[in-house]
């Protein structure tokens, strides 16, 4: 997964903006009023009539500059107050949830209870997709250059006349380390914007997730017959599907949810 530098959408991103725009009136505000120190003076008086008029142009001189400076401060506060909020890292962003069935039975304190417990197994069929096993899949792990960087990997014969119609890829951070760190830092944006990034999809577009919550994009891969790849992030997990049977995005997006939803569990 390519690695941007700043993750725009981060919670510490947003503070960082706060605090500078703060920073930024604060200089606004001290510029102001040492740019004007001598202006506000007002002219020197030589008699005792010029340090009457003279205060009194002091303190009309003073009052402008001080309201230009609220004025300023308002500005630079409604700035600061009203950028957007930034997105929590995706291990606190999408904490993972229990079956529908297994909510429904849970007790009254299940806040206290144990986090569910998250299997991940790849369905053997999934609509028109057949998991294929054995020498089959093991001759098109070899073909595809072995295991993949991170996580684990399957494929599915698909409705299509191709031999392969989809590939599953799961990584979860209990066999990954780096994915638990990346989780720990990176927003689910972030996660997803470097996937797509480093597929180089093209039309990437958000879809509904599903029952295990996070977040599901799809997009176009720029190699023959435009397959669409689909991937999703929670909490725990990241998974991705290429569909080379799929022509829509929204379909695909279907079919990939089926993909999430048939080969993870909860409890």
């Given at each position: 997964m390519i690695m941007l530098s700043v993750d725009t959408?981060?919670?510490?991103?947003a503070d960082g903006q706060w605090l500078g725009a703060l920073l930024v009136t604060a200089?606004?505000?001290?510029?102001?009023?040492?740019?004007?120190r001598t202006w506000r003076r007002g002219p020197v008086a030589t008699s005792a009539a010029d340090a009457e008029r003279a205060g009194a142009v002091t303190v009309r001189r003073g009052n402008i500059v001080r309201g230009v400076l609220l004025a300023v401060a308002a500005l630079?506060?409604?700035?600061?107050?009203?950028?957007?909020?930034?997105e929590p890292p995706a291990a606190e962003a999408a904490p993972v949830v229990r079956e529908p069935a297994a909510q429904a039975q849970a007790p009254a304190d299940a806040a206290q209870s144990p986090a569910p417990e998250r299997v991940i197994d790849p369905a053997a069929?999934?609509?028109?997709?057949?998991?294929?096993?054995?020498?089959?899949?093991?001759?098109?792990?070899?073909?595809?250059?072995g295991k993949p960087a991170s996580g684990k990997r399957w494929f599915y014969d698909g409705p299509g006349a191709g031999p392969v119609?989809?590939?599953?890829?799961?990584?979860?951070?209990?066999?990954?380390?780096?994915?638990?760190?990346?989780?720990?830092?990176?927003?689910?944006t972030q996660e997803l914007r470097n996937f797509f990034a480093g597929a180089r999809a093209t039309e990437v577009t958000d879809f509904?997730?599903?029952?295990?919550?996070?977040?599901?994009?799809?997009?176009?891969?720029?190699?023959?017959?435009r397959p669409v790849v689909c991937a999703w992030t929670d909490s725990g997990?990241?998974?991705?599907?290429?569909?080379a049977d799929e022509?829509?995005?929204?379909?695909?997006?279907?079919?990939?949810?089926?993909?999430?939803?048939?080969?993870?569990?909860?409890?």
């Open positions: 959408n981060s919670q510490s991103y200089i606004a505000l001290a510029a102001i009023w040492f740019a004007t630079g506060l409604l700035r600061a107050f009203t950028l957007p909020g930034g069929q999934v609509g028109a997709y057949r998991l294929l096993t054995g020498t089959e899949a093991a001759e098109y792990d070899r073909l595809t250059s119609g989809a590939v599953l890829q799961l990584n979860a951070v209990e066999w990954d380390a780096r994915l638990a760190a990346e989780k720990r830092s990176d927003t689910m509904e997730a599903g029952p295990w919550g996070g977040r599901l994009s799809c997009g176009f891969l720029p190699s023959a017959g997990t990241f998974g991705e599907v290429v569909l022509k829509s995005l929204s379909e695909a997006a279907g079919i990939a949810l089926q993909f999430r939803t048939a080969s993870e569990k909860r409890s």
